[in-house]
């Protein structure tokens, strides 16, 4: 795979609105897991979440996955000094889920308890309305694609994205994830007593299970020559990526982790670098008991024992389900520019299977040149995205 040049950022996450808020939330080790306001949890053992704080903006006519992609790829598009004429050819990938179920529960609430519910229209529901208001909205009139592909979504469609790039479609994709709390997510994984009653604490000895979240973050990626002729500042390059599946079950992963070893090492085959040359794995890191030792077992049987440093972004917003793969992204091109990694916030006491420094709870400076972030969604759907200095 030739790279691909990452020339913007963008992100709405629990941190509230821009990349800024977000790096700054991650870098202090700051937790945005609290109290949930958007939906009733009366009666669930779990009644926290990662919310985006009030003050999205935007037509309150569109849904809040809408609005939370929107500022996400403007910041994007803004960052890459992209005009209205430069976006003519642009492409977009959106990974999404959730769609816009949130309001689509409001409206079945309403009438289910005798309430007039105020009208929605259908298209919104759907996981792929957000690219049609993201094209519509920001003139792009490339290829456009939403994938689903469960938890690994947003980094599918970073995948993708550099994919029509690579094979010269394009030359420039807006691509990333996006989902906001639904009530059929959160009490979904409460009915599987998958979520902690407290903020989730990746590969801790004691951990419960995860936390749910929300957000958005979208990247630009170009072709390098174009990136190049124009001028445009390059925070890092997407070298390389692995998708697989485990085709093992409908939820759970592999018990040894096999799919999630070959996404690994298909990424560092595709940037043609070595597991010596990795310095950093954002992991998918959930905080459940299983997940958290089937992604240990196969990062140490990727990279041995030892000498990486891995950490967990969802420790601080929790599992943002379609935008976690786009959200960590940002993220680790972040620790990579900024010489600063990341931490496991809430990790305790550090799991004795898990063979890693987990930087528990202070980010830590280290330049690292090579890093990769992990996305797994359920049924085994993996990907993993290679991201290099420029």
């Given at each position: 795979m030739r790279p691909v040049a990452v020339t913007g950022l963008g992100a709405v996450s629990p941190f509230g609105a821009g990349v800024k808020a977000y790096w700054n939330g991650l870098a202090a080790g700051a937790c945005a897991i609290r109290p949930v306001t958007l939906i009733a949890t009366d009666g669930f053992r779990c009644r926290i979440a990662a919310e985006v704080p009030e003050g999205l903006g935007g037509s309150a006519r569109r849904s809040r996955g809408d609005r939370l992609a929107l500022a996400a790829a403007r910041e994007a598009l803004e960052d890459a000094g992209l005009g209205r004429g430069e976006r003519d050819r642009a492409g977009l990938v959106v990974g999404a889920v959730g769609g816009g179920m949130l309001e689509a529960e409001a409206w079945y609430w309403a009438?289910?308890?005798?309430?007039?519910?105020?009208?929605?229209?259908?298209?919104?529901?759907?996981?792929s309305a957000h690219a049609g208001v993201l094209g519509h909205a920001l003139g792009l009139r490339g290829p456009r694609e939403t994938l689903v592909t469960a938890c690994s979504s947003g980094a599918a469609?970073?995948?993708?994205?550099?994919?029509?790039?690579?094979?010269?479609?394009?030359?420039?994709?807006?691509?990333?994830?996006?989902?906001?709390?639904?009530?059929?997510?959160?009490?979904?994984?409460?009915?599987?007593?998958?979520?902690?009653?407290?903020?989730?604490?990746?590969?801790?000895?004691?951990?419960?299970?995860?936390?749910?979240?929300?957000?958005?973050?979208?990247?630009?990626?170009?072709?390098?020559?174009?990136?190049?002729?124009?001028?445009?500042?390059v925070y890092a390059e997407l070298a390389g990526y692995g998708m697989t599946t485990d085709a093992y079950h409908v939820t759970s992963p592999h018990p040894d982790g096999e799919g999630m070893a070959r996404a690994m090492r298909a990424a560092l085959a595709a940037a043609g670098v070595g597991p010596g040359?990795?310095?950093?794995?954002?992991?998918?890191?959930?905080?459940?008991?299983?997940?958290?030792?089937?992604?240990?077992?196969?990062?140490?049987?990727v990279f041995g024992e030892g000498r990486l440093l891995v950490s967990s972004t969802k420790s601080m917003i929790g599992h943002t389900m379609a935008a976690a793969g786009a959200l960590e992204a940002v993220a680790t091109v972040q620790a990579l520019a900024h010489e600063l990694i990341p931490p496991t916030a809430n990790l305790r006491t550090p799991d004795a299977d898990v063979a890693f420094d987990c930087v528990p709870r202070v980010a830590r400076e280290a330049g690292v040149d090579v890093a990769i972030s992990n996305s797994f969604g359920f049924g085994g759907q993996n990907v993993t995205l290679l991201f290099r200095r420029p």
């Open positions: 009438r289910h308890h005798g309430r007039a519910p105020a009208p929605r229209r259908l298209r919104s529901i759907f996981p469609a970073l995948a993708l994205g550099a994919d029509l790039i690579d094979d010269g479609v394009t030359p420039l994709v807006l691509a990333g994830g996006v989902d906001a709390l639904t009530r059929i997510c959160f009490m979904g994984f409460n009915a599987l007593k998958l979520l902690d009653a407290e903020p989730c604490r990746p590969f801790d000895r004691d951990r419960r299970g995860m936390s749910v979240g929300e957000g958005a973050a979208f990247v630009v990626l170009e072709d390098p020559d174009h990136a190049r002729a124009r001028g445009a500042r040359a990795v310095g950093y794995v954002n992991a998918h890191g959930t905080a459940t008991p299983q997940n958290d030792r089937i992604e240990a077992h196969a990062i140490r049987a």
